[in-house]
């Protein structure tokens, strides 16, 4: 029995004609599906960032779109030594927070709270009304720019620090095929993909009307080479969930569902 024919039995066994069971979870956590999912096919949560299953990566499909990874910058503005004078705080997470306030929004809904996603988060060769957005090097790393000259906020000049008014300033860095160190903080985009998706490609588990999963579908393996020019195309896209108060980043890259469905090769029932 291939590997694959594994996993298939495993679904059938385990899987297909069931509902998610969430019971005695937090049933507005997006992940609690996904967790359930997990266990059925045996694969436990692990920070190694390898595939999930005998070289296959598990996907759950959400609502509208499906993460490849959660996938934090190497480098940050507020971590960076050249700023130190403006970010003064000495804990990360207040750093961090201070720049929320420059560059991210508040929400009214949630007491003010500051967040760097929805609105400021900045997407693929188009500058948002904060000033941001996304650009891919020619060594094929990603970086979040700001230009103050860009920013429409009617109050920006109360919002942004003098140090921030002259030309681009790179606010983030994902490092995309090499890494400047072995630190895993350094690590980078293409070893994060393609040690998940690169090896014997993915699967993803279909639910019926019902609500119950009724199929098991297979795509082909990713490289990195790929995936950056689904993220030029906009096709992949960063949805930060960044806010204040919060140590994660949130950092999620994502894909819409229609774009998961295309690349299936392989469906079973």
Known sequence: MTTKEQIIKLFRQNVKGKYPDISGTNINHDGNKGHWLEKQFGVSANGDNRADLYGYELKNETTSKTTFGDWSANRYIFNDPNFSHVFKE????????????????????KNGRYSWSGEPCPKI???NKFGQKLEITPKKDIIAIYDFSKD???DKFNIVPDSFRNGIVILAIWFGEV???????????????????????WFTCKKGLDGAYHEICFGEPFSYDLWIKLVEKGIVFFDSGMYEGNARPYSQWRANNSYWDSLIVDRYE
Not at 91 to 100: Q, S, V
Not at 181 to 186: F, L, P, T
């Open 90 to 109: 000495r804990r990360a997470i207040d750093r961090r927070d201070h720049f929320l306030k420059i560059f991210g929004k508040p929400n009214i809904e």
């Open 125 to 127: 060769d188009k500058f």
């Open 152 to 154: 429409e906020r009617e």
């Open 179 to 201: 890494s400047p160190s072995q630190k895993r903080s350094d690590k980078c985009l293409k070893a994060k993909l393609e040690d998940k998706f690169n090896d014997k490609g």
